[in-house]
């Protein structure tokens, strides 16, 4: 595979970015190698700048469902644009997003539109805070609610203890509000609201994980933690950014059961455009300003052309009552093929799939189901076989701790494509 070009460009980036990329996920570190600098996509494939064409599973992080370019989503955005691309005034644009996502997530009953995930679980967070007038949040170790201070903590050692900040730049007082407890485990999140129950604020999950890959919960775990909530009068908030119109037409909690307080949302809703929301509890979310004290605001929130393109994405999905269906089915595909793949070449992995979302864990764990068994994953294997996959045509997402995507565009062939690539490179992983 040539990637000249795509080294020059790194390079070159690097003279004026931090490590050459705007999110160190693309860093492509953790695998040991260089990013590759794409030059279009279509579909389901990607192209790079040195021409190389792949399957691509990772669908920039989750946004793009429907694959690349889809028509639909292209029309809404090159129509829209034509009219102005800001103004920093309402539009019915935005009216429309708030009612489509209350239609498909009947649970959020009022939504505030923002730029990213990120800021969606930050002011999520400051309203829970606002609302209840408590300054404890619970999130659990390997779950990523983006960059805001208050969610870039780890557990430090166990699962039950203030946080210790990820990284420089947190304050020790942003960091003793945050607790943190252990996915899939109940008791940790028991023993949490023992100790701190009427000082904390909110909880935070995502539902369904993707950024430890992706992790199943427990139906027991996540009743418990909708019901100790309840009972302390904590805010639940599920973020949903990935899972959000990924797992079901009404996300993660349509396929749990489970009716979250507030839901934070991102990624598809934006059609591949800069898009966050949060939203719920229309008595918890009067209390944003103007209605309320609780402050948010942003200058490109319900950007126009993002509403177009998340529109245009969420109408596309709704225009074919059989699109979940069909998903399943080229997902259970994938699956089903790296699953025999993997029994052939003997190469311990666990394959956790999850509607269109799926992570192959390279452990000797006979199940991935918490954070302490994705820790035990051979990162070296992981990265031998990314880097081997992309020589066969293959993109997965460059780190063993993420989320791979299938989108309405992956065709049949590419899936038996991938399976057949799959066990080839397991075969050259035993050598
Ligand atoms: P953004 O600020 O990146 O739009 O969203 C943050 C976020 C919040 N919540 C969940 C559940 C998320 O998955 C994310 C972002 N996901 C990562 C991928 N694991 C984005 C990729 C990146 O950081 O470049």
Redesign the pocket.
């Known amino acids: 595979m040539r990637t000249e070009k795509s080294i020059e460009a790194f390079n070159r980036a690097l003279k004026s970015i931090p490590g050459g990329v705007n999110?160190?996920?693309?860093a492509f570190k953790s695998v040991g190698s260089n990013p590759l600098f794409i030059e279009k996509a279509d579909g389901s494939a990607i192209y790079d700048i040195d021409g190389n064409e792949f399957i691509d599973y990772v669908g920039s992080?989750?946004p793009m469902i429907l694959g690349h370019a889809h028509p639909e989503v292209v029309k809404a955005v090159r129509e829209t644009a034509g009219s102005g691309t800001s103004y920093g005034a309402p539009t019915i644009l935005e009216t429309q997003m708030a009612e489509l996502i209350g239609e498909m997530i009947p649970s959020v009953e009022s939504v505030r539109m923002v730029n990213?995930?990120?800021?969606?679980?930050m002011s999520a967070l400051r309203l829970a805070r606002g609302f209840t007038g408590r300054d404890m949040v619970i999130k659990f170790e390997g779950?990523?609610?983006?960059?805001g201070d208050s969610f870039l903590i780890k557990a430090g050692s166990g699962a039950l203890t203030h946080g210790e900040p990820d990284s420089p730049g947190i304050t020790k007082g942003t960091a003793k509000d945050t607790l943190t407890a252990g996915f899939n485990d109940t008791g940790s999140v028991e023993n949490l609201f023992t100790m701190h129950g009427d000082k904390i604020a909110a909880v935070i999950i995502?539902p369904v994980t993707?950024?430890m890959g992706v992790i199943e919960p427990d139906r027991e775990f996540i009743q418990t933690i909708r019901t100790l909530c309840t009972w302390y009068g904590a805010i639940l908030i599920f973020?949903e950014?990935?899972t959000g119109f990924r797992l079901a037409k009404g996300g993660a909690q349509e396929l749990l059961g489970i009716t979250p307080d507030l839901t934070?949302l991102?990624?598809i809703i934006g059609g591949g455009l800069p898009v966050?929301a949060y939203g719920g509890r229309k008595d918890i979310m009067d209390s944003l300003s103007p209605s309320g004290p609780v402050y948010q605001a942003g200058t490109l929130s319900g950007n126009p052309l993002a509403m177009a393109a998340g529109i245009a994405t969420l109408q596309t999905i709704n225009s074919n009552g059989e699109f979940y269906n069909e998903l399943e089915k080229k997902s259970a595909l994938l699956e089903k093929g790296l699953c025999e793949n993997l029994h052939k070449s003997g190469i311990p992995a666990v394959v956790n799939r999850v509607g269109s979302m799926f992570t192959i864990f390279f452990t000797s764990e006979k199940k991935v189901s918490a954070y302490k068994d994705v820790m035990t994953c051979d990162t070296e294997m992981f990265a031998r076989f990314i880097n081997l996959l992309l020589d066969e045509g293959v993109y997965m997402a460059p780190s063993q701790f993420?989320?791979c995507f299938v989108s309405s565009a992956h065709s049949e062939s590419d899936i038996r494509y991938t399976i057949d690539k799959c066990q080839k490179i397991l075969d050259r992983l035993k050598e």
Request: aromatic content about 6%; some cysteine; charged content about 20%.
């Open positions: 999110s160190p996920a693309r992080w989750g990213s995930g990120t800021e969606a679980t779950c990523y609610h983006g960059h995502e993707g950024n973020d950014v990935m934070t991102g990624k966050g993420e989320a």
